[in-house]
Every structure is written in structure tokens, then in C-alpha cells.
């Protein structure tokens, strides 16, 4: 049984974890990550400046806290919105990605994708960047190659649907924060609507029709 001073000095750490990468996590989003300083951070959380790199040895440490803390946040929020809503066909659930991302455009702190953002800023070479970037990425692919998954297609029709619905988001999420326009959600997602009408028309179409539709494709 670990002694009281010890499980104290454990559970301390745990919340200047937390309490770091909350504060972290909006000051890089706001303003950039090389922008914002560790003595910024601290006075934003308000903790001491010894107990913050007992939390974390180095900036590039905190960084990809952050970052893989906003996946998780991100996917836990995309998740909820899907589940809140009676929504009647997979298309629907599919298309619903896209309403999410026009309630997200509209927030007053939406600065773009934190993900698209810091590898923009940082790039291929910080690896404490790059890598959460891409596994992010991948899983945001994923949960909509699920939600794919549920019309029904071909395992190619789908996987191919599923790359250009995430190639489509993600231009939608470079495009919101330059025009600063919650339309750019809902012009993509009548693009995606068209994209998954032809695929599922494909489905049910006859051999010879799949045929003509992909040569039109």
C-alpha cells in the first residue's frame, strides 16, 4: 500500500496534467504553439513552475498532450451528436457529420482544425506533432468509413466513398476559417449528399449500369 504523502503527490500530478493541457490546449489553438510560451501556460493554469515540468519534462511533451487529448474530445463530441439525433437512414448518419461540423464552424473559438493547424505550423519534422496529427486523421477516416460501412456498399465502393467524404471534410475545415463562413459545412455536405446518392445508386443498379456509372465517374 503506497504511503499517503505518495498517493497525494501522485493524484497532484494527475490534476497538473489535466489543468496543463486544458489551459495548453486553447492557448495553441488560439494563437499558434510556437507563439505561446511555457511561462504563459503556467500563469494561465496557475501552477508553479517546478510543479509543471514535474508534469511534463518538456513543451514538446506538452504539445502532443494536447493534441492527443483533443482527439479524443473531438471523437467523443462527433459520437454524441450522431447519438442525439433520430436520425431515419445510414445516409443520414453519414451526411449528420457534416451538421456537426456547421455547429463546430460556428463556435466563436473556432480557429480551423488544431490538427491541420500544427502540422502546418510545425510539420512532417517535429514527430511530436506529425504523429498525433496523422493518428487523429486516421481515426477520423475510420469512424466515417463506419458510418459508410452502414449502406450497404461494396467493400471498394465504401472504402472509396469513406476517402473522398474525409478528403471533403477536411478541405471544408482548411476552407471555414478563411471565409469564415458556416456555409463551407453545408456546401460540403451537399457535395457529400451527391457522392453518396451515386454510390448507392451504383449498389442497386444492374451490372451493366454499374458499368456505365463508373465510366461516367
Request: charge should be negative; aromatic fraction near 6%.
Amino acid at each position: 500500500m503506497e504511503e499517503p504523502s505518495r498517493t497525494g503527490a501522485v493524484a497532484e500530478a494527475g490534476e497538473d496534467r489535466a489543468t496543463l493541457v486544458a489551459a495548453a490546449s486553447d492557448l495553441f489553438y488560439a494563437h499558434g504553439i510556437q507563439a505561446v510560451g511555457m511561462d504563459t501556460v503556467r500563469a494561465a493554469a496557475g501552477v508553479p513552475l517546478k510543479r509543471v515540468y514535474r508534469a511534463f519534462r518538456s513543451k514538446d511533451e506538452l504539445v502532443e498532450a494536447t493534441l492527443r487529448g483533443r482527439d479524443v474530445d473531438l471523437a467523443g463530441s462527433i459520437r454524441r451528436f450522431l447519438a442525439l439525433r433520430a436520425l431515419d437512414s445510414p445516409a443520414e448518419r453519414v451526411l449528420a457529420v457534416f451538421d456537426w461540423m456547421h455547429e463546430w464552424f460556428a463556435e466563436d473559438t473556432f480557429r480551423g482544425c488544431a490538427f491541420i493547424n500544427a502540422f502546418g505550423e510545425l510539420g512532417d519534422d517535429a514527430a511530436h506533432v506529425a504523429g498525433p496529427v496523422r493518428a487523429h486523421k486516421r481515426a477520423f477516416r475510420a469512424l466515417i468509413r463506419e458510418l459508410v460501412g452502414e449502406l450497404d456498399l461494396d467493400a471498394g465502393e465504401a472504402d472509396s466513398l469513406a476517402e473522398r467524404l474525409h478528403i471533403l471534410a477536411n478541405g471544408a475545415m482548411v476552407t471555414a476559417p478563411i471565409t469564415g463562413s458556416v456555409a463551407t459545412a453545408d456546401e460540403a455536405k451537399t457535395t457529400a449528399q451527391v457522392l453518396v446518392d451515386a454510390a448507392t445508386r451504383r449498389r442497386t443498379a444492374d451490372p451493366s449500369d454499374r458499368r456505365s456509372a463508373a465510366v461516367a465517374d
